[in-house]
């Protein structure tokens, strides 16, 4: 079955338009609504699991396992899903948080193997392409730190450390609210060690996730911080220069971040916005 097929089987008033994004995730479209001549959209995400047949083929392989096996290898996955969304919905009570509009799960027809999961949630663009269509401008970045620390708030008041901050994972609606989304490898201190067992995005991690150190919320006000710096520094980060990005700049930037040396003042925005960040980076 195809990708709009199964979003019109689960909902029929819903049109899946072009795809927003693709990936080893599964697939975003943008989706309409009509009714009465006024239409509504949203984006529609639809995960596949497991990822394909290749995927069936190369775990049946190694393990030897029946059908029946494999369903129960592969079903952890779609609880783990589950557990993103309803982790979502519960902290869709902050504007500042990405809100699930809709969820379902269809379980393949007797013969397959997998579920189709459906997420249907607000549309939105990423702050990863709102830079690459030319950034933001300096009054925005206010604003967007505000949002999404009023979304990290909430977070902490759920005893949940996001992991994951970047501009891939923050998100903005026509009206310029900015809005935290994936949590899909949010960290809630009530059911695990405040130890990592995964790390998010070294690129935005700060220096006690890359050492592997015990860490809390703080880490997603460092990793904010980081952004933040990114935005008013050209769109680059920390200690990156003018010149071409190489992997030994890259590494000497890694490493001069995580050992703490003090950020180079940026190019745009004020002494008291640079101030702010710098707090929000040190540890």
């Not at 379980?107 to 939105?124: D, Q, T, V």
């Not at 220096?207 to 592997?212: F, L, M």
């Given at each position: 079955m195809e990708y709009r097929d199964i979003i019109q089987s689960v909902w029929p008033?819903?049109?899946?338009?072009?795809?927003?994004?693709?990936?080893?995730?599964?697939?975003?479209?943008?989706?309409?609504?009509?009714?009465?001549g006024v239409g509504k959209e949203s984006a529609i995400k639809v995960v596949h699991i497991p990822t394909d047949d290749n995927q069936i083929e190369q775990v049946r392989h190694s393990f030897h396992l029946s059908d029946k096996e494999l369903k129960e290898y592969f079903y952890p996955e779609v609880e783990k899903l589950k557990e993103e969304v309803a982790l979502m919905e519960k902290l869709g009570e902050n504007e500042h948080c990405l809100h699930i509009q809709d969820f379902d799960i269809?379980?393949?027809?007797?013969?397959?193997?997998?579920?189709?999961?459906?997420?249907?949630?607000?549309?939105?663009?990423?702050?990863?392409?709102?830079?690459?269509?030319?950034?933001?401008?300096?009054?925005?970045?206010?604003?967007?730190?505000?949002?999404i620390l009023s979304a990290l708030e909430t977070c902490e008041s759920h005893r949940i450390i996001h992991r994951d901050i970047k501009p891939a994972n923050i998100f903005v609606n026509s009206k310029g609210v900015y809005k935290l989304g994936d949590f899909g490898i949010a960290k809630d201190l009530t059911l695990e060690s405040r130890n990592l067992s995964h790390r998010g995005t070294d690129n935005y991690a700060a220096?006690?996730?890359?050492?592997?150190k015990d860490y809390s919320y703080n880490v997603d006000i460092y990793a904010l911080g980081l952004v933040l710096y990114q935005l008013i520094n050209k769109n680059k980060r920390p200690f990156f220069g003018e010149g071409k990005v190489t992997a030994t700049l890259s590494e000497e930037a890694y490493r001069k971040r995580i050992t703490g040396e003090d950020f180079p003042t940026p190019p745009f925005g004020d002494e008291e916005l640079f101030a702010i960040i710098k707090k929000n980076v040190c540890f």
């Open positions: 008033d819903w049109q899946a338009k072009e795809i927003l994004g693709k990936g080893s995730y599964g697939t975003v479209f943008r989706a309409v609504k009509e009714k009465f269809l379980e393949k027809p007797e013969g397959s193997i997998g579920w189709n999961i459906l997420i249907r949630m607000e549309l939105l663009e990423s702050l990863e392409s709102r830079i690459s269509r030319g950034g933001i401008k300096l009054g925005e970045v206010v604003s967007l730190g505000e949002d220096p006690e996730v890359c050492q592997g």
